[in-house]
């Protein structure tokens, strides 16, 4: 059995920098293109550190055709700034992370009220708004205590695009389809497994992530909204390498690296359960229609033959392991 999809985009990726950029930008460069992440260390704040970042990102590929979307770190900005930001090439949107909420997030909103007008500028400019929505409640409840903050944005700022990132609960996913102007995205690691799989038996460092996969029904949910072919749900891996040593500590960073096994675990589940014709949407169908992406067409074709997954992959001095390290997938990318 073969699956091809077109122009496939990961619409949320960590790359990072250095000599980790240089291990994992070929591992996502299967896919057309990809929003890349801003919060490097310091966050990438503006137009000219954007660029050089983007710069970086293309070196690293070596000549794969694979457009970096890239995304500024938000902070509170005036008309010019953002207008340099719209005129600066490769740019997206803006990562709104709420100051300390993730890795590298020190630098982002402690006060909403202090962005309203920056966001007002966004909505009249058509500036796409990627949140990172979570509180600093308990652990389990973050996501759904900032689904207040994502109907407040919705209703003030009727034609701000919002993408509500990497989102984990049924409550989000009915949120979703309460607001037009709300769209999301969804990890592979948030449509297969629970907090069960983190920390049920022999706690599972390289699962662990923010937010942190919630219960069986948040799970279902997203599923089932990505296998139903939500127009407004996206796949967003937000695979997000850290070094082994990080992982496997006293103290886990937050974060799985997803990236090299996300296509053939989503052809795996597209197709298990009977919706590989949903696949093409979610993967790059529903982010060119909701934000006008035009990624340069590029197939790559699925097949069942399987993937042994490497236990770690190692190169530039770096070492990390991927979801699924050691284990053999059932499909894999035909080369
Ligand atoms: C991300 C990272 O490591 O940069 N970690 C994570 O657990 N998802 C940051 C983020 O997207 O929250
Ligand atoms: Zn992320």
Not at 64 to 74: G, H, I, K, R, V
Not at 273 to 285: E, M, R, T, V, Y
Request: proline fraction near 7%; charge should be negative; aromatic fraction near 8%.
């Amino acid at each position: 059995m073969e699956l091809t999809l077109d122009s496939p985009l990961d619409m949320h990726l960590h790359l990072r920098d250095g000599d980790m950029l240089k291990l994992t930008a070929p591992l996502s460069s299967d896919f057309a293109g990809a929003v890349i992440m801003p919060n490097l260390v310091p966050p990438v704040t503006t137009p000219d550190m954007m660029l050089a970042y983007a710069e970086r990102i293309r070196a690293a590929l070596d000549g794969a055709a694979f457009t970096p979307y890239m995304s500024l770190f938000f902070t509170a900005l005036d008309e010019k700034a953002l207008q340099a930001a719209i005129s600066t090439p490769g740019f997206f949107g803006f990562k709104l992370y709420p100051a300390g909420i993730t890795t590298n997030s020190e630098g982002g909103v402690s006060n909403l009220a202090e962005a309203e007008r920056t966001l007002k500028l966004m909505e009249e400019m058509g500036i796409p708004l990627l949140v990172h929505g979570e509180s600093h409640g308990f652990v389990m409840d973050r996501e759904q205590e900032f689904l207040s903050v994502y109907r407040h944005l919705a209703t003030a700022y009727p034609k701000l695009r919002i993408s509500m990132e990497h989102i984990t609960t049924a409550a989000a996913v009915e949120l979703l389809d309460e607001f037009p102007n709300l769209c999301a995205t969804v990890t592979l690691q948030h449509l297969l497994i629970t907090l069960d799989d983190v920390a049920g038996g022999m706690l599972q460092p390289h699962l662990f992530c923010k937010p942190i996969a919630k219960r069986p029904a948040d799970r279902e949910a997203l599923l089932q909204a990505a296998l139903n072919g939500h127009p407004r749900l996206m796949f967003g891996s937000d695979s997000a390498p850290h070094p082994r040593c990080k992982k496997e500590a006293c103290g886990c960073a937050a974060g799985v690296f997803t990236a090299p096994v996300a296509l053939p675990k989503l052809a795996e589940l597209f197709t298990t359960h009977g919706a590989a014709d949903k696949l093409q949407g979610f993967i790059s169908g529903n982010a060119c229609r909701l934000y006008g992406l035009k990624p340069a067409s590029k197939q790559v074709t699925l097949c069942d033959t399987p993937m042994q997954v490497p236990a770690r992959y190692r190169s530039y001095g770096q070492e990390v392991v991927p979801m699924y390290a050691g284990q053999t997938l059932p499909w894999s990318i035909k080369n």
